[in-house]
């Protein structure tokens, strides 16, 4: 007899999967826990899925990566003005603001993502995503302060201060629960960021 799969069925599961690769990430959560969590008996999710990996990469998408980077890149791209990086302006508009609600739409897969995806394929992707951001600023700095030599010792504080961002970024979604508290956070976040941006790099000219 062949089987007929219901979709409310697999929304559940991918809604548990997703829920328990955040709280545990994927080497931690297991087809169990997933079951459990959509109420479904455990033999049932290998009807939809063959595997844990398979479940969790109908989670996180390659489309859903591939917006992730986008959005970023054109983030990054608005920080560069003629009169060079303003702590003051509402970073929270435009695309900046396209990619924090898209963090926020997809807050649970973002924190996935970015801090329990060890053991998959995206297990690289911090630090892939940390040298693709620090690139993209070496290219801005470069523009906005040719003056500005860049040294170990910047590159190392500002690949820091992008690794603590993407932390950030991680502490904040997990911590706060409605979107008014997140997008208050990131908005002093990022001026926050900003700030001691302008202060390395005016530490840097000096050098």
Known sequence: MVQILKESVRKNIL???????????????????IAKKAGVATGNIYKYYSS???????VITEEFVDKFLRLTRNRIGEFEQSQG?????????NRAGE???????NRRKTVILLAHAEGTRYEDFVRIYIQDMKELAIAQVRRQHPQIKMTDMLLFLLEKAL???????????EHFDDEESI???FGAGTAFQLGG??????WASKR
């Open 163 to 173: 690794t603590d961002s993407v932390r950030g970024i991680v502490l904040t979604l």
């Open 183 to 185: 997008l208050e956070a």
């Open 99 to 105: 990619l924090l609600h898209f963090w926020i739409k």
């Open 52 to 58: 844990k990996k398979e479940l969790f990469e109908a």
């Open 15 to 33: 809604l548990a999967a997703e829920s328990q690769f955040a709280k545990s990430g994927f080497k931690r959560a297991t087809i169990a826990a």
């Open 85 to 93: 990086i303003d702590p003051c302006r509402d970073y929270m508009e």
């Open 197 to 202: 941006l302008l202060a390395l790099f005016e």
